[in-house]
C-alpha cells in the first residue's frame, strides 16, 4: 500500500509563491508517474502537471510558464512549485501515482487560495 501526504497549501496574495510537497510511504513512489492534480469549488477535478518517473513534464496550458513539477526520488517526495499565482488557481490540490499495473493512489489534498 502507498500512501501520500501533500503539504504546503496555504493563504497567498495574488503574484506570490507557494510550493506544494507530496510525500510517498513507500519506493513504490519513485517507479511511477507522479500528476498534481486541483480542483476548485464547483468544478471538476483537474491534471495540472505530471511528471514521469524519469522527469518528463507536461502542464495544463493554463500554468506553463509559472508551475514547475519536479520529484526527488531518493526521498519518495515530489513537488510543485507554483509562481505568479492567480485568483484562478485557488482550488484543493491533490497528489496522484498511478502504477504500470493499474493501480491508483491519492493524497488528502491541501487547500491552496490566492486572494486578488
Known amino acids: 500500500q502507498l500512501q501520500l501526504v501533500e503539504s504546503g497549501g496555504g493563504l497567498v496574495q495574488a503574484v506570490g509563491s507557494l510550493r506544494l510537497s507530496c510525500e510517498a510511504s513507500s519506493g513504490i513512489f519513485s517507479m511511477n508517474p507522479l500528476a498534481w492534480y486541483r480542483q476548485a469549488p464547483g468544478k471538476q477535478r483537474e491534471l495540472v502537471a505530471m511528471i514521469t518517473e524519469g522527469g518528463s513534464t507536461n502542464y495544463v496550458d493554463s500554468v506553463k510558464g509559472r508551475f514547475t513539477i519536479s520529484r526527488d526520488n531518493a526521498k519518495n517526495t515530489g513537488y510543485l512549485q507554483m509562481n505568479s499565482l492567480k485568483a484562478k488557481d485557488t482550488a484543493v490540490y491533490y497528489c496522484?501515482?498511478?502504477?504500470?499495473?493499474?493501480?491508483?493512489?491519492w493524497g488528502q489534498g491541501t487547500q491552496v487560495t490566492v486572494s486578488s
Open positions: 496522484r501515482i498511478t502504477t504500470w499495473v493499474g493501480r491508483d493512489f
